[in-house]
């Protein structure tokens, strides 16, 4: 099974992409839009056993406020693949988080490189039309999109379909106040 370590969005982030005109894309449902901790690729159910074991820390971490602020893109805004939301709030606990994340993984994973706390909103396909996608760019610069607490951090599994991903949590580890 493929798997994630992400803290799940938990409202709907209303975004505007009629705006997109020239660009092929794939926008994210907003019942998928999470944070990335770490990818983890291909796992077997006793891995899933393993990892939970080794993430048993988070249980005593404190809840923490996240702000959601900007779309950027990656790699850069010459050549786009992806489009998300920054973290304005929250920013230093999550790089926090993810960093102690990487340090009980390390028996089979290798950390991070360059993690940069975002949710994707959008795959971009195609580009058409660069000044509309910079223009949107833009145009949501320092938006404010959402604040929610991080109240948990969630082990999930990702099942890939013609129709879209569906994701599950595998196992959930509840922040403290």
């Not at 899933?48 to 988070?58: D, P, R």
């Not at 406020?65 to 920013?91: M, Q």
Request: glycine share 4%; hydrophobic share 40%; charged share 30%.
């Amino acid at each position: 099974m493929r798997a994630f370590i992400s803290i799940n969005s938990p409202a709907n982030i209303s975004i505007d992409f009629s705006k997109l005109k020239g660009i092929k894309f794939k926008a994210v449902d907003n019942k998928n839009i999470h944070l990335t901790l770490k990818f983890l690729g291909e796992i077997t159910p006793k891995d899933a056993e393993e990892i939970s074991a080794a993430l048993n820390f988070i249980e005593n971490g404190k809840k923490f406020k996240i702000s959601l602020k900007g779309v950027s893109a990656f790699p850069n805004e010459n050549y786009v693949r992806v489009l998300w939301l920054g973290v304005a709030e929250g920013n230093k606990e999550i790089c926090e988080l993810q960093k102690r994340v990487d340090d009980a993984l390390k028996f089979s994973f290798p950390p991070e490189k360059d993690f940069v706390p975002h949710l994707t909103i959008a795959r971009i396909k195609y580009v058409n039309n660069r000044e509309s996608l910079k223009a949107f760019i833009e145009k949501y610069n320092d938006f404010e999109f959402l604040e929610f607490t991080a109240e948990k951090v969630s082990l999930m599994k990702s099942e890939l379909r013609k129709e879209g991903p569906i994701y599950s949590e595998i196992k959930g580890f509840l922040l403290k106040d």
